[in-house]
Structures are given as structure tokens and as C-alpha cells.
């Protein structure tokens, strides 16, 4: 395991597992509950770890030239607009499908998914400038696109281990399995758009969405329907790799 991802992964399981355990001890102790203000500063300030720890390392150790290029892209809204309708369905279709199979149930309008969508950059969007912006290219120094994604989905799953411990958040109201299936199919589709784009700002966007659907398509304790996401991201990912290869074979011939 190289430095980067070394320092990475202490520093932001660290700094958000310290900032959740003091709220889990404060609800513990009686002292807030989650939801007020007092709570939302710590469960915030601890999801925006991935993304401040991120930052903090390429300032630190990587030349201004390389730090100027990733904070580009994490800020740059300039891709095709096809892009963006696309990230849309994906994240309709991740959500929606389990509730063909009874693992999740519409308690919201659609229309409710675009409203919350702004809430949501901050409620879980700004991970990305850690996990797919950091921890995913480092790792794809080491390994296969496809390693790197399982790998990055199982930390990223375990790190908001701390949040089933708070009553009131989502978390604490799921399956743990169900969410970790569902981390690691919908980290595929992540690794598309990170790969084909290689936008962070794209990947902000993804992971929005995803939770802005979640709003409305909530899921429940039922594990198997989970599969039909896993069983789609890799669907997804797999026609992404034979269209790469296609276009490599049709370069190289």
C-alpha cells in the first residue's frame, strides 16, 4: 500500500470516526439528539472528511501544477450535457430497481429528488473529492479498474460504519449488508464516470443524485432486492470496458 493511500485512509477515518463518536456520546449522555444543530455540526463536519483530507494531501505533497488540475476538477461543470442526463438515469435506475422486487418503497413525489438535489452536494456529493477523486487513481496505479472499485466501495462502506450508532440518521434505519451491496454496485457506475470523464465534479453530481433518489425510493431490510443494483452496476460497467476495448482494438488496428 503506497504512502498516499496510507495517509488517506488514517486521516479521514480518524478525523470523521472522532467527530461521529463525540455525537454518539452526546446523544449517549441525553446532551442533543440527531438533527439539531448542535448534532448536525458533527455528523457534517465528519462526512466532509473524505474531501477536506483529499484536498489536504495533494496541497501538501504533490506539486501546485498537479493541485491546481484536481481542484479544477472538482469545480468544473463543463462536460457534455449528455453526461448529465445520463448520470440522471443511471442514478434513477440504481435507485428505483429494487423496488421491482419489494426491497424499497416510493414515500416521496419525484419531483422531490431535484428539489433536494442542492442539500444533497453538501449531504454526501463533496465525498467524492476523497473517494473517487484521491483514493480511486491511487489505487489504479496498483490495481485493476475493477480492484480498485470493489476495494474503494468496502472502505468507503465501512467508514460510515459509526452512523448506525446515531439514532435518526438513514443509516441507522438499514440493512448494513443491504448497504454495502449497494456501495459496491453503485461505486461501478462511479468508476465509469470518473474514468470516461475524469471529473470530480461529475462523481459530485452522481453521488447527489443517488441520495436525492434514495429520498424517494427508501429502502428497507430486504437484502436480496439489492442484488438487482449490484447485478446492474457490473451490467454497466461491463459494456463500459468491451466499448474501451472496442475503441483500443479499432485504434491499434
Known amino acids: 500500500m503506497s504512502d498516499d493511500i496510507k495517509r488517506y485512509l488514517i486521516y479521514t477515518f480518524s478525523f470523521s470516526w472522532i467527530l461521529w463518536g463525540i455525537l454518539i456520546g452526546l446523544v449517549k449522555m441525553g446532551i442533543t439528539t440527531f438533527g439539531t444543530p448542535l448534532a448536525m455540526v458533527f455528523f457534517i463536519c465528519g462526512g466532509i472528511m473524505p474531501a477536506i483530507i483529499g484536498i489536504s494531501l495533494k496541497k501538501i505533497y504533490r506539486s501546485n501544477e498537479e493541485f491546481s488540475v484536481y481542484i479544477k476538477n472538482i469545480v468544473n461543470p463543463k ?36 428539489l433536494s438535489f442542492p442539500m444533497m452536494i453538501i449531504g454526501g456529493g463533496v465525498e467524492e473529492i476523497g473517494w473517487r477523486g484521491f483514493l ?54 462511479y468508476s465509469i464516470i470518473y474514468n470516461a470523464t475524469k471529473s470530480i465534479f ?18 428497507n431490510d430486504k437484502i436480496l432486492p439489492a442484488f438487482s443494483t449490484l447485478i446492474f452496476g457490473i451490467c454497466i460497467f461491463t459494456v463500459y470496458k468491451l466499448v474501451i476495448k472496442r475503441k483500443s482494438v479499432l485504434l491499434t488496428g
Not at 79 to 105: D, M, Q
Not at 208 to 219: D, E, G, I, L, R
Request: include cysteine; proline fraction near 6%.
Open 202 to 219: 461529475m462523481c459530485i453530481v452522481y453521488h447527489a443524485f443517488m441520495n436525492s433518489f434514495w429520498s424517494v425510493f427508501v429502502p
Open 136 to 189: 480511486q487513481p491511487a489505487l489504479q496505479k496498483k490495481f485493476s479498474i475493477f480492484i480498485s472499485t470493489i476495494i474503494v466501495s468496502i472502505i468507503w462502506a465501512f467508514w460510515h460504519l459509526p452512523l448506525w450508532f446515531i439514532p435518526g440518521t438513514n443509516q441507522s434505519q438499514r440493512n448494513f449488508i443491504y448497504f454495502i451491496i449497494t456501495l459496491v454496485a453503485i461505486s461501478f457506475i
Open 79 to 114: 462536460h457534455h450535457f449528455g453526461w448529465y442526463i445520463l448520470i440522471i438515469v443511471l442514478a434513477f435506475i440504481s435507485s428505483y430497481l429494487p423496488t421491482l422486487f419489494g426491497g424499497a418503497t416510493m414515500q416521496k413525489p419525484l419531483y422531490m429528488a431535484f
